[in-house]
């Protein structure tokens, strides 16, 4: 059983342009997290998403930032228009329909650097 | 969100046992106590969690007093693979929607 697969896991961007960063979750998972991580900082949490569904996006900056968890596929955190202040690494989890943290299980994450 | 505050880092040598302890003064009573690790460029990984007295695994123990404003995470005898960052959280049954803080950066020296 693969775990939590993240792509890419380096990604650079300039200034404008769009990033994508995918997320399929663990075999059996249905829920999906986002959260974020700046240089020597904790994890903060952005969105969590069901099958087709935005549960919680709270924690989602209100412009340019999206995200997506469609019925067949990964999900998606997209980021329009990228800043430098976006680059960041992006971390996904995915969980079964039980019970989230502590069960859910982390990617490797996907490092944003904007130029 | 219960606020935590735990170290910055800590310095320790193989073999030794190493102790960090947690406040979270406003815990509520449905919060459970959760520490993670996370080593370089990769995700977080679920160590313990707990709610009173004492937790253990194969992995570390989980010591909480019973006013559960405090935590301490044991790790015995460390090497030096336990070099990472350990966080610190507190979550209520289904929390998801939490933010990691600093964490302490423990370096396990030869």
């Known amino acids: 059983n693969a775990g939590v697969m993240q792509n890419p896991r380096h990604l650079v961007r300039r200034r404008g342009q769009e990033a994508r960063l995918r997320c399929s979750p663990m075999k059996g998972h249905s829920h999906v997290y986002w959260y974020r991580q700046l240089p020597e900082e904790g994890l903060k949490f952005m969105v969590y998403?069901?099958?087709?569904?935005?549960?919680?996006e709270s924690g989602m900056p209100k412009e340019r930032f999206s995200a997506e968890f469609p019925k067949e596929g990964p999900s998606i955190l997209r980021i329009q228009q990228v800043v430098r202040g976006d680059s960041a690494a992006y971390f996904c989890a995915s969980s079964p329909p039980k019970n989230p943290l502590p069960e859910a299980f982390f990617g490797q994450g996907t490092r944003l650097t904007v130029v | 969100l219960a606020k935590t505050t735990q170290p910055i880092s800590m310095d320790s040598y193989e073999g030794q046992e190493v102790n960090i302890t947690c406040s979270h003064n406003n815990i509520a009573t449905n919060d459970y106590i959760t520490w993670y690790q996370q080593f370089p460029s990769q995700g977080p990984r679920f160590i313990i969690q707990?709610?009173?007295t004492k937790v253990t695994n194969e992995v570390a123990s989980l010591f909480i007093p019973a006013d559960r404003k405090s935590s301490t995470l044991s790790l015995p005898r460390v090497s030096l693979s336990d070099t990472a960052v350990y966080y610190c959280?507190?979550?209520?049954?289904?929390?998801?929607?939490?933010?990691f803080g600093a964490g302490t950066r423990l370096f396990v020296k030869a």
């Open positions: 707990g709610y009173k």
């Open positions: 998403l069901q099958k087709e569904n935005i549960i919680d």
């Open positions: 959280l507190i979550l209520a049954t289904g929390g998801f929607k939490t933010i």
